[in-house]
């Protein structure tokens, strides 16, 4: 098994996170809470330099939004955050959630300008671009609950007895001789945090072209991650760079959509070839 070189040891960025540090609450708005960890990291760990192979976002969705208006009275709604891949920093999820709780009893005079604050303090923070979209109750109607696009193939009748990760599963895992464009999707990974090793469920899509992928080599290599500590992201762009890699793809979409914590969900986006798809949440989020 060839192991896997690890980039977070005594990383000082790590080292000074909130995330698995016992904290308060703070009542009154405060971006300073806000937390960015180095997204060239993990990115070294995996040969990727600044011209990046792919394009996308992380894409959050905040179901727990509150604050007061001009006059006192709370509000509610649902946001969306999309986070470019070329910010330099991703943020840390729980010192997002932080901030998050400080709009609670801060008065705003508007809608929009919630969603300024949170661009202008999310783009700060990230030190890339950071869109904002606030849905009012009176549209929640329009949110849908999906499924990912594509043949799951998890239903593939393997046994497992190990949960290391691994790229090695992803080696002669193609047939050259056909080439097809097809997209599979899994909802067995589940990773750790990089911090505290709590659990992350999500589900993933991979769309390619390119040689046929061994889809029970694929199945084994998304299990392995199942005891891998890394961040959301960080996890989405190494599938990505080993199905290069390994299998050669010509054209490669990575999509992965977590399971919410704190009342956030992260669905991290990579493609070399289209645009992200609306942001509908699966039936676990």
């Known amino acids: 098994m060839t192991p896997v070189h690890d980039p977070y040891s005594n990383a000082p960025a790590l080292a000074e996170l909130t995330l698995g540090k016992s904290t308060g609450y703070q009542e ?3 971006a300073s809470l806000l937390q960015g960890v180095p997204r060239k990291l993990n990115r070294d760990a995996i040969n990727l330099d600044a011209e990046l192979p792919f394009h996308g976002a992380d894409i959050w969705t905040g179901y727990e939004l509150s604050w007061l208006n001009a006059k006192g009275k709370p509000m509610v709604a649902i ?4 986070l470019d891949v070329n910010s330099l920093n991703l943020i840390e999820s729980k010192s997002f959630k932080l901030y998050l709780n400080t709009f609670n009893q801060t008065k705003f005079e508007s809608i929009e300008q919630v969603q300024q604050t949170l661009s202008k303090d999310l783009s700060a923070c ?4 950071v869109q904002v979209k606030v849905i009012e109750p009176k549209q929640f109607s ?7 696009p594509g043949t799951c193939i998890d239903d593939l009748d393997i046994e497992v ?3 290391h990760f691994t790229s090695d599963y992803l080696i002669d895992s193609t047939d ?3 080439v097809v464009a097809e997209t599979l999707t899994s909802n067995l990974l589940k990773s750790n945090c990089l911090i ?9 899509m991979v769309r390619y072209q390119g040689p046929k992928i061994d889809r029970e080599k694929l199945l084994r290599y998304l299990i392995s991650f199942r005891q891998h500590n890394e961040f959301h992201e960080q996890c989405v762009e190494r599938i990505f760079v080993d199905l290069k890699q390994f299998c050669h793809c010509a054209k490669l979409t990575v999509y992965a959509r977590y399971t919410r914590r704190g009342g956030l969900d992260i669905n991290p986006y990579r493609s070399d070839f289209e645009n992200p798809p609306e942001n509908h949440r699966l039936a676990r989020q």
């Open 28 to 30: 009154h708005y405060d």
């Open 79 to 82: 946001a969306e955050f999309s």
């Open 126 to 129: 990230a030190q890339g671009e």
């Open 142 to 148: 329009h949110q849908r609950v999906v499924e990912l």
């Open 161 to 163: 007895d190990d949960y």
């Open 176 to 178: 050259d001789k056909v």
């Open 196 to 204: 505290t090793s709590q659990p992350d469920w999500g589900s993933v």
